[in-house]
């Protein structure tokens, strides 16, 4: 049982948790609610430290943030995938029978929707079914192969990417600094993602990505929430990984520049899909492509580009001009 110093102790950190995700300078971050996800005090030391080495200006510990909010990690990436295997299913699709009849363990398995191929073969580059060994001397055991597919397939979804939802990405992108009426622009290719209202309305855990979520302003002041020293720090538990402070820095005040480029990068790892229908979802595959506003080289983003004359010209400006030695 805990001591009454220790719960104190809890609340402080909690507090101090969300005032300093009050300073940064994304909207969905702030939304994000973190108490929840940090019940077991495991793992929110780490989270405090990030978030205090981001309002520092540490640019990696805030992509390493935007990177969790948005879905690339944790729990809200699993959130975005779980209407790809569990809903929006036909009635008549017909699941794998077991390979041996009447035992339900060596059934493989069960099938994906082409939307979710498509980022499995086209994003991540993997193939949707491994390679099994071939015996000399034997057949292929029944269970071996049964657990060689399911742990492909447990490999394929801890790390393909989906796509976040079609209003978020338009919101990314005029963050990342595109313009309404741009051509590369998600809204005017109309490509991105699932609508939120088709695909995500009822997760709970993407509450802090809905577009229709007013973000309060932020109250909390990062100076008024001191943390109070825990009554554990002289043991070597992880709570002594948090170091009481009386002296605090100010938060660091991004840039729009750094910002832009933070976004960009985060966009990345983000694949783009058609707007997805559920009722065509196990009907149609898509075409995987990425952001216009990656960063890459400008011969890869020129190749979007419709008029040849502006590809010529910016070409002929990029060329380095040779220096003549005596």
């Known amino acids: 049982m805990f001591s009454a110093n220790h719960k104190s102790y809890i609340r402080a ?62 729990k809200t990436r699993h959130a975005l995938l779980y209407p790809f295997l569990h809903c929006h299913q036909p009635k008549d699709l017909q699941h794998p029978e077991p390979l041996v009849p009447h035992a339900p363990r060596t ?31 034997k057949p292929l055991h029944v269970g071996r192969k049964v657990n060689l597919l399911w742990k492909h397939r447990s490999m394929l979804l801890d790390r393909v990417q989906v796509p976040l939802p079609f209003e978020i990405v338009c919101e990314l992108e005029l963050k990342a600094g595109a313009a309404r009426d741009h051509p590369l622009h998600a809204g005017t290719r109309m490509t991105g993602g699932p609508r939120w209202n088709e695909f995500y309305l009822v997760q709970r855990d993407l509450t802090h990505l809905n577009p229709a979520l007013c973000i309060p302003k932020p109250k909390l002041n990062r100076l008024s929430v001191p943390l109070i020293e825990s009554p554990y720090a002289t ?57 216009g506003w990656v960063p890459q080289a400008v011969t890869k983003v020129l190749m979007d580009v419709p008029n ?17 030695r005596p």
């Open 235 to 291: 043991t070597t538990t992880a709570l002594s990984l948090v170091k009481c402070t009386d002296t605090m820095r100010p938060a660091f005040e991004y840039a729009e520049r750094q910002k832009k480029r933070l976004y960009r990068r985060l966009f990345t790892d983000i694949p783009f899909t058609g707007i997805i229908s559920p009722l065509e979802m196990w009907s149609k595959s898509e075409q995987i492509s990425k952001s």
């Open 308 to 324: 040849d004359s502006v590809i010529e010209a910016t070409l002929s400006r990029n060329t380095k001009k040779k220096i003549r």
């Open 107 to 137: 059934a493989p398995p069960p099938l994906l929707c082409p939307p979710l191929k498509s980022l499995i073969t086209q994003h991540l580059g993997k193939k949707l079914e491994p390679e099994l060994p071939e015996p000399a001397y």
């Open 13 to 74: 950190l909690y507090k101090k948790v969300l005032a300093e995700g009050s300073l940064f300078f994304d909207d969905r971050a702030r939304a994000r609610k973190i108490g929840q996800e940090y019940k077991t005090c495991t793992d929110i030391e780490r989270y405090l430290h990030r978030i205090e080495n981001a309002n520092r200006g540490n640019q990696k510990s805030a992509l390493k943030i935007l990177e969790e909010v948005y879905g690339r990690n944790g």
